[in-house]
């Protein structure tokens, strides 16, 4: 692939789109609107681990 996952860009043309956009302006390629939501990470899993003390 020549470009990267950037969600900037069509991933298939490469043309710029805004954020979200449900699809691509220039070639017309669907867009997810979701890929710039956070998937809830490792990280937030642990913390939320940590609110509660002696739940293990
Ligand atoms: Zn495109």
Avoid: I, K, Y
């Avoid at 954020?19 to 990470?41: E, K, V």
């Amino acid at each position: 692939m020549l470009l990267s996952r950037d969600p900037n860009r069509c991933p298939s043309c490469g043309e710029r789109v805004t954020p979200f956009a449900a699809g691509c302006a220039l070639c017309g390629a669907d867009l997810d609107p979701r890929r710039w939501q956070p998937r809830p990470s490792l990280l937030q899993q642990l913390f939320a681990r940590t609110r509660r003390p002696g739940d293990t």
